[in-house]
Antibody, heavy 119, light 107 residues
């Protein structure tokens, strides 16, 4: 069955960077891209960006441009999202989700990774 | 970007009743590129409805979606105890994809 397994929770200081991993299984890795969506405590969902696992093409939300990077490692079938210059406003659960293109619904989600930014 | 406004913010109902949740887009969406998710505490969202009205795999028939243009509705008939959760809509007709702020369905 399809699963997306994410890395464990992280605690970071303001100004630092965080890198979250997402490892899909149960389907051909390069057949679907991966989007990243975050959810601040008690808040709604915010799309951050999408990466093609086929050719590495990325598309990110304007609000995160310059601060977010997404990458893939086809040798381990893993996708990464790095967010830089963290502030307390970046405290959230970060989800990866399967999506064939950048503007698409998400049929499978990872379990989420809590990133806490605190001094 | 397209803003999705969900109403009501909170809906209080009892098991067995019917829930009607609304999602309104700030601009008309081409075709029916709207989905609904259910999210329970501590869990990732689960896809319920895609293409405005198609149920995702394994979703019970009591969940139904409708709408086009700017107005979309999720209807949950004969509410079961496990249906009490938060529901989000998402549009994928225009870049960037955006979400509504959610409707909390409570007992």
């Amino acid at each position: 069955q399809v699963q997306l397994v994410q890395s464990e929770s992280e605690v970071k200081k303001p100004g630092a960077s965080v890198k979250v991993s997402c490892k899909p299984s149960g389907y051909s890795f390069t057949k679907y891209g991966i989007s990243w969506v975050r959810q601040a405590p008690g808040q709604g969902l915010q799309w951050m960006g999408w990466i093609s696992t086929f050719n590495g093409l990325t598309k990110s939300a304007e609000i995160f441009q310059g601060r977010v990077s997404m990458s893939t490692d086809t040798s381990t079938s893993t996708v990464y999202m790095e967010l830089r210059s963290l502030t307390s406003d970046d405290t959230a659960v970060y989800y990866c989700a399967r999506a064939d293109i950048a503007v698409a619904p998400f049929d499978y989600w990872g379990q989420g990774t809590l990133v806490t930014v605190s001094s | 970007e397209i803003v999705l406004t969900q109403s009501p913010g909170t809906l209080s109902l009892s098991p067995g009743e019917t829930a009607t949740l609304s999602c309104r887009a700030s601009q008309s969406l081409p075709s029916t590129p709207l989905v609904w998710y259910q999210q329970k505490p501590g869990q990732a969202p689960r896809l319920l409805i895609y293409g405005s009205s198609s149920r995702a795999t394994g979703i019970p028939h009591r969940f139904s979606g409708s709408g086009s243009g700017t107005d979309f509705t999720l209807t949950i008939s004969r509410l079961e105890p496990e249906d009490f959760a938060v529901y989000f809509c998402q549009q994928y007709g225009s870049s960037p994809t955006t979400f509504g702020q959610g409707t909390r369905l409570e007992i």
